[in-house]
């Protein structure tokens, strides 16, 4: 019986332990949300995560960027199928072809900001605030400035054609998982966009800020929306201060080419970093996608510059920027064709600009830009200023040696825009200043060998034309129904 | 013990009585001819005059009547009663009774009676498990247990299978089975990670050899599974592995080899290459003439610079000198020659297993050990799977009151796979139906070099690219578990249970720098362990006892604690220097991830059982459950059960009604539940995986709902067990009725939120069904037998309520493609298809037609209804119904002296299947690069084939065939022969010659014969009804000898 009894005791034992603490079973590699942004450093955490998520390939990974280049008629497809060639030849509606990947992740990263935001002004309202602090917070404010911006621009019609029209929903603080949210007005959306750019400005530092957000790219991004909005003052006065300040210089036309292969370089005001293991999208990523046919394995020549691209960069044959382009599928020794971009592999040794081909970082906002926006803000100013126009125009321009320098006389809003074509190529620039200014968009079906049809839209197209804003997806509406009597005309 | 007293009283009284003649002889058991020690012998009439069996199952009685009649009975046979006619030798063989009411059967924390017990309970013996050639027993389960289906996921070596016992009674939650093997909880399902990266499944039942399986009880009830609370409301899967039988010791010795030379039916049988070229061809011509007004000729030309710009690179060209397909020809280099890709990617499977198991018993020991290898070589080249494994059941009584027992059972398996999904680039069976041209050749037909673009359309060179990667999961499965029981009185038992279930799993993938999943990264490896272990401890007090004759009581306290957890560890390394080292050692850029999550629960659970008389039962159980997956305030669930059953048979007034030998009512009425899959549902957690610049990043991943709780399941049944004619038909009707409350579902919110979904308890699901079993002996005599059983269900599994009332829709989530949409609404069926309705095919035009299904102006009408020609114009609706009609099994032994067939049907009425790779395969028109299924070839629309099933080819990216619509919805009705198996045991005086007591050769076969409504695919889909590119079953032959010394 003694062994019976050491049973029993070791049954008593058992049973008379904590429950409570054998149940209490947490993660171990996730924290509790409510508590998890505490303190400065958290936020700091939390801010990490925000930029990470828009490294992911539904933003500025890379089909935020192919969408303006594709949509925009600097792209050509070489042929149907091989991925995302939906957004070329406009295959949209609520059920298929929804590209509902942006709205779904657009607003993941704007609950991240919120979370962030809000936590910031609990530890704020606990008097544990510092300037660090605000720097997040500006850093906060801004990025979702740039998410509203993005996201009204791809649901919303341009400012200047309908801003009384249906937005985005706007939601500045954490959501309910109950709430069924509708759109705002496209001027609501951009009001918001502006009101927290002009919050988020005087909270950050003037510093660089490798791989963040910093009081420039805030100014850089009001530029851009400024100049949406057509108040060509307040873009002019954005872009300047930046200009002015001298903090960033531009490249100098021997030095254009290697800036590809360069981390963080002189032009860079908001560059997001694709390291390996992290944001790299290894044979996904937007390097491969722009890369020539079996160029590398895995690389499937998904898009390539269109015939109209490459004869606006060939009015000068020296133009520097065609030291990235690398001939296409299309190219033979008879005629060569350099369609393919090479930007995001770090230029033609697809070193990458850390060793890696796709590990490439993006660019989001550079100096560039900043010069292009100022010469059409000058330009387009109550009271034109066409010496500063073509003043900022040049300092671009310039990278086509062959080319005349505009002057008083000849410069025209066509040249700006041709030339933010032919410098951001790939950028993700196009497509937003066609419908900004309404201006008809042609696009390169005719390369596409054999030819196919392309029901889905005509060959030129213009911003009435409705499927220039993407459908509010069926799943959306499906969860959402209040939003489904707001899809966007046509759809 | 009881059986003892007996003897001793038997032979005391057996000295007494007055008689002529010694009669001698052994009693065996007609099963295997092995001994049986201990059997009865009595002498009928003659009270108190017998004898029983000694170990090796010899008798003798002293002093018998010359005409007296002897009766032999012995436990779990049928007994026999035989004239001594003066005979001084007389030698029995019994007959196993597989049929009686008194058969011992497993039940939750016990054993029971199948004439008493208040459950419903199915039970399938070892003879049905043993010979069924696959490395899991659950295929040998197909049919044999009414509302029970079994699906596999894909034909490959060693996947999972999906047990549905009784329909689908949760949307979130796991609709799976408990599996409890010798009385302990175990792991089951999918072990390791490889589905992640690969789609592709390693089954934890597969570290249980079948042939040391004895039997196999499923519980259906409340009243047979409540007792196992929360995790019970899918049913529960009791094994019961092999034990010793007294008498001398047995050594088994089985080998068997299987093959599998073909799959089990169609699976989207390809077009030869030239009706490809035929129909591509067309596809542009079409474009051409019908939808870009060009000529015939013009069309032709660009139909033919299409096929020249995709196969000239191959040592092909094309012409078509009228500008029609009649007149294309293939010409260049290579022209009058096509690539076989199925035989460069298909072989013939192998499969081959070796047992070999020592038993035996004292009365103070038992033992069972074994070891068996299994190996098979899947049907396609590059799938693999080996086994071995190793048990030892033991059992030592110390004294008079302890027992211990240990079983121990190690199991080391090894899968060699392959990407199992519509992953275009990884998977061999998709690329023969639907990427690889038998134009694609794996050599450049110029330079002989090996090609390694990519062909177009994700075709990759398998020939070269398999040599480019490797994968494995090696499984290593110890499961070990400790017994004690105490007799404390002989009405009061307790028992402890300590069992440790533990399975490391190393998954290895690699990919070298040539291969298109490793280019990027210049070679990758990925090696990951994912090691699970659960603890259970379980310890339970029993008391039986007769109360004056006629009232037995049993009560049952317990109480049980069990701890899940799962250690993670994966190292990555790419950027490898050499392709003949696949480690992460070598790797230039590490990667690393370790973490670990689990849950546990503490449960106290009671029973009592009353029976009166054998005649009336009543049983009640109840079972409070706290779990770590639920929140503090929510953690606690209660699940009971009351059931009782009525012996009719035993009533006087039965006792005139000749034809019923048995008849028994019972009903049963409980509670059990559910918990949420996740570990940690209840949290709204930020994770720390989004990592940037080498800083750690936090996102909110999920929002919670902190009330989350128990699914709970309120089941009812009533059954009629009833056997007719002495037995000779036996059979059980049941119904029952199961309402799943309170469901977790990932409600859909708007994705402004941030989220897709959050996980709420909003549901209810009812299933109901009726279940019939029937069993008759047709011929029953000294040399032939001939037995016949079917099994029939029914269920209907309907929503009931949603949150809000508001639809949901779903997708299937196997394979990772959504490959079939599904709508919960109140009221439809939990598998309720929902697409758009196809009209068919316009005949004059070859055109898609879809129902409206609104107020949208019709385009036409179709059959009186308003459709159009667009599909985005029509709306979607619910299509049909998965769930079948009726499905069961039809089973039938016939034994002929030494002979023996067994042959075992499965089928399915009604309900439909969804085709989720035609959209691919049998495409008008969206893919263009692809190849095509027979089936497209015949039925497509042709101007000479105006009454086609399949709409006209164009190559203008029509969208029609991307719908999930009723298209590809089909009627799922099939018979199939899942097994046969045709034995001979070898005439003793043969084997005895050889020192073998006993040896049998058989042949059992699988999926021999199959008819379906439906003859595009395999009728054999999953649980959700669909079947895409996962790979098929196929066709097994298998040879077996088993040998016992």
Known sequence: ?491 | MKKSILLVLVLLLGNMAMAQVKVTGTVTSSEDGSPIPYATILVKGVRGMGAATDLDGKFTIERVSPDAVLIFSYIGFITQEIPVNSRAIINVSLEPDLTRLDEVMVVAYGTSTKGTFTGAASVVNQKSIEDVPSVSFEQALTGKVAGMQITTQSGQAGTTSSIRVRGIGSMNASNEPLYVIDGVPVQSGNAGQMSDYIYTTSNAMASINPSDIASITVLKDAAASALYGSRAANGVILISTKKGKQGKPTVKFKASVGITPDWAYNNWDPASTDENIEMYYEMFVNAGLYYEGRTQEVSSQRALAQLNKRFNQHGYSFTAPDHTANSLTVGGERAGSYYDWEDALFRTAVYQTYDLAVSGATETTNYYTSIAYTNESGRIKTNEFDRITGRVNLTQKIGKIVEFTTNINIANSNKEGFNDTRNLGGNPFLQTRNLLWGMYWPTHYDTGEPYTNRYGSYAYNPVFYDNEWDNYSKTLRLSASEAITVKILPELHLKSVLSYDNSNVRDHLYYSPTHYNGSSRNGRVVEMNTQTTKLVSSTTLNFNKTFAEKHKVGVLLGWEAEENKTDYVRAEGSDLPTTALHTVNTAGVLDANAYYWGNTMVSALSRAEYNYDDRYYVSASFRRDASSRLAPVTREGNFWSVAGSWRIDKEDFMSNVDFISSLRLRASYGVNGTLPTSNYGWRSLTTYRDKYMELPGGTIATVADENLSWETNYTSNLALEFGLMDQRITGTIEVFNRDSKDLLQYVPISRVTGFYSTLKNVGEINNKGIEIELFGDIIKNRDLTWSAGITASHISSTVTELYGGQNIIWYEPTGGDSRTRFIYKEGESTLAIYGLEWAGVERETGKNLWFLNNEETPDLMVDGRPATYNHNNADEKILGDVHPTLFGGINTNLEWKSLSVALSFTYKIGGYTYDAASRDCADDGYYWERTMSKEQYKHRWTPENKDARLPQRVAIDMTDVLQRSSRHMHPGDYIRLKNINIGYNIPKRLTQLVSISNARVYFAGMNLWTWAKHDTYDPEVNSYGSKGFEVPIGKTYTFGIELSF
């Open chain 1, 1 to 491: 019986m003694k062994k019976n009894k050491i049973i029993f005791a070791i049954i008593g034992i058992l049973l008379l332990s904590s429950c409570e603490d054998f149940l209490d079973v947490k993660p171990s590699n996730s924290a509790d949300s409510a508590t998890s942004i505490l303190t400065v450093d958290d936020a700091k955490v939390a801010m990490s995560g925000i930029m990470r998520n828009m490294t992911s390939y539904n933003y500025y990974g890379r089909n935020f960027l192919i969408y303006a280049d594709a949509k925009g008629g600097d792209f050509a497809i070489a042929s149907a199928g091989r991925g995302l060639d939906g957004l070329y030849q406009f295959n949209h509606s609520q059920t298929s072809g929804s590209y509902s990947g942006y709205w779904d992740h657009l607003y993941q990263c704007i609950l991240q900001v919120n979370n962030l935001l809000e936590n910031i002004e609990k530890i704020e309202a606990a008097g544990n605030g510092t300037n660090q602090l605000l720097e997040y917070k500006g850093q906060a404010l801004t990025a979702r400035a740039l998410i509203y911006f993005d996201l009204v621009r791809l649901y919303g019609k341009p400012y200047n054609m309908d801003k009384t029209s249906l937005g985005v929903p706007l939601e500045l603080k954490v959501v309910d998982a109950a709430a069924q949210p509708t759109r705002a007005t496209v001027e609501a959306v951009y009001n918001q966009v502006v009101a927290d750019l002009v919050a988020g400005a005087p909270l950050m530092s003037k510093s660089i800020q490798k791989g963040y957000i910093n009081y420039y790219a805030n100014m850089a991004i009001q530029a851009r929306v400024y100049l949406h909005m057509d108040n060509f003052t307040a873009a002019l006065a954005a872009a300047e201060t930046i200009i002015n300040d001298g903090v960033y210089s531009l490249y100098d036309n021997d030095k254009w080419y290697d800036s590809w292969s360069n981390e963080f370089g002189s032009e860079s005001i908001f560059e997001i970093a694709m390291n390996e293991n992290e944001g790299d999208l290894g044979g996904s990523s937007l390097g491969y996608y722009l890369l020539p046919l079996g160029h590398i394995t895995g690389a499937s020549g998904w898009f390539m510059a269109s015939d109209y691209y490459l004869d606006r960069l060939n009015e000068d044959p020296t133009d520097v920027r065609w030291s990235v382009m690398a001939e296409d599928e299309t190219s033979t020794d008879v005629e060569p064709r350099f369609g393919s971009c090479m930007k995001y592999v770090g230029g033609h040794d697809m070193k990458g600009d850390k060793g890696k081909a796709s590990a490439t970082n993006v660019k989001v906002i550079r100096l560039s830009e900043i010069y292009l926006i100022a010469a059409e803000a000058a330009l387009r100013l109550p009271s034109p200023n066409k010496i500063k126009a073509k003043d900022y125009l040049n300092e671009i321009r310039k990278r086509a040696p062959a080319l005349e320098p505009a002057t008083e006389a000849t410069i025209t809003l066509e040249m700006i825009i041709d030339e933010k074509s032919k410098e951001l190529f790939t950028e993700g620039n196009r497509y937003w200043d066609m419908m900004r200014l309404g201006w008809q968009i042609e696009l390169n079906d005719d390369f596409i060998q054999p030819a196919i049809s392309i029901p889905h839209r005509d060959k030129i197209i213009d911003r009435t034309f409705y499927k220039t804003i993407l459908p509010i997806a069926q799943d959306e509406i499906d969860a959402n129904p209040a939003i489904g009597e707001q899809q966007n005309p046509g759809y």
